[in-house]
């Protein structure tokens, strides 16, 4: 793995590359102290995980971090930073952490294994599949991308249940709340689940799921997943897991909720 350190401060940014090293996580670490040589660096090696300050002269580390996901949206961005109020922003940007000046080692790694630890399973499997924080799914370490957004939703849901069997009208009925059910949306459904086959066709997975007399299920034993981990107590997935799951599902709530708990049993 490789780790990138940006700060104006060049004492500052030498000292978060030693630190970096002696974690022994990187294979690699790179330190500059001005944004736009960071940005033409990284265009001949791309970096898991980037440690960036915010209050920077020209483009500063929010800008910075802007332009590193647009480009490399699989890096890891954590802020190192002396200021508390950027901090809304900085999760804007899909930011895995955000660290006031002075930070202990202890902490800083806590940081680095979470913003690192869906990069660790997705090393892990050929299907890797993300549920904490947002929903991914990863294919010999590349995330799948979906033609339509609502079909990888509806592979989330049927992640969420596990293996269980699902109806087509329960899974509308998650996907359209306040929707009729009638023939023009079962209609509609029938798209979804032909263009979700294909991507998975397409990706090589579609082993992954099955559909048998209407009735929808994923196969938990053909692929690794964080949540699956969490909850058969592997000890690296509880430990990663900072209290988010599948961000943008509301009916995800429940299963957020079971994970909490299983967190304050264990505590």
Same mark, same amino acid.
């Given at each position: 793995?490789?780790?990138?350190?940006?700060?104006?401060?060049?004492?500052?940014?030498?000292?978060?590359?030693?630190?970096?090293?002696?974690?022994?996580?990187?294979?690699?670490?790179?330190?500059?102290?001005?944004?736009?040589?960071?940005?033409?660096?990284?265009?001949?090696?791309?970096?898991?995980?980037?440690?960036?300050?915010?209050?920077?002269?020209?483009?500063?580390?929010?800008?910075?971090? +802007?332009?590193?996901?647009?480009?490399?949206?699989?890096?890891?961005?954590? $802020?190192?930073?002396?200021?508390? #109020?950027?901090?809304?922003?900085?999760?804007?940007?899909?930011?895995?952490?955000?660290?006031?000046?002075?930070?202990?080692?202890?902490?800083?790694?806590?940081?680095?294994?979470?913003?690192?630890?869906?990069?660790?399973? @997705?090393?892990?499997?050929?299907?890797?599949? +993300?549920?904490?924080?947002?929903?991914?799914?990863?294919?010999?370490?590349?995330?799948?991308? $979906?033609?339509?957004?609502?079909?990888?939703?509806?592979?989330?849901?049927?992640?969420?249940?596990?293996?269980?069997?699902?109806?087509?009208?329960?899974?509308?009925?998650?996907?359209?709340?306040?929707?009729?059910?009638?023939?023009?949306?079962?209609?509609?459904?029938?798209?979804?689940?032909?263009?979700?086959?294909?991507?998975?066709?397409?990706?090589?997975? #579609?082993?992954?799921?099955?559909?048998?007399?209407?009735?929808?299920?994923?196969?938990? #034993?053909?692929?690794?997943?964080?949540?699956?981990?969490?909850?058969?107590?592997?000890?690296?997935?509880? @430990?990663?897991?900072?209290?988010?799951?599948?961000?943008?599902?509301?009916?995800?709530?429940?299963? #957020?909720?079971?994970?909490?708990?299983?967190?304050?049993?264990? @505590?």
């Amino acid at each position: 793995m490789k780790a990138i350190c940006v700060d104006d401060e060049r004492l500052l940014m030498e000292d978060s590359v030693s630190t970096l090293k002696l974690l022994n996580i990187f294979d690699e670490v790179a330190g500059f102290t001005r944004s736009d040589e960071a940005l033409k660096n990284m265009e001949n090696c791309e970096y898991d995980l980037a440690l960036l300050d915010i209050d920077m002269p020209g483009m500063n580390g929010l800008e910075l971090a +802007k332009n590193i996901k647009e480009k490399w949206p699989e890096t890891a961005i954590i $802020f190192l930073t002396g200021y508390s #109020e950027y901090a809304v922003e900085a999760f804007s940007i899909h930011a895995s952490g955000y660290l006031l000046k002075p930070v202990s080692v202890e902490k800083l790694k806590a940081d680095i294994d979470y913003a690192l630890s869906g990069k660790r399973k @997705n090393n892990s499997g050929h299907i890797t599949v +993300k549920t904490f924080g947002n929903f991914d799914v990863y294919v010999d370490g590349k995330p799948m991308n $979906f033609k339509m957004s609502k079909c990888k939703e509806m592979l989330a849901y049927l992640i969420d249940k596990q293996g269980t069997g699902v109806s087509r009208a329960e899974i509308f009925s998650v996907m359209w709340e306040d929707r009729l059910y009638d023939r023009k949306m079962q209609k509609q459904l029938d798209v979804y689940l032909r263009s979700l086959k294909s991507s998975l066709k397409e990706y090589g997975i #579609e082993d992954i799921f099955e559909m048998q007399k209407g009735s929808l299920r994923i196969k938990p #034993e053909n692929f690794v997943c964080d949540a699956y981990l969490f909850f058969s107590g592997d000890s690296d997935a509880v @430990n990663s897991y900072r209290g988010e799951y599948m961000n943008a599902y509301s009916w995800a709530s429940m299963t #957020e909720s079971m994970m909490y708990w299983k967190v304050v049993d264990r @505590n």
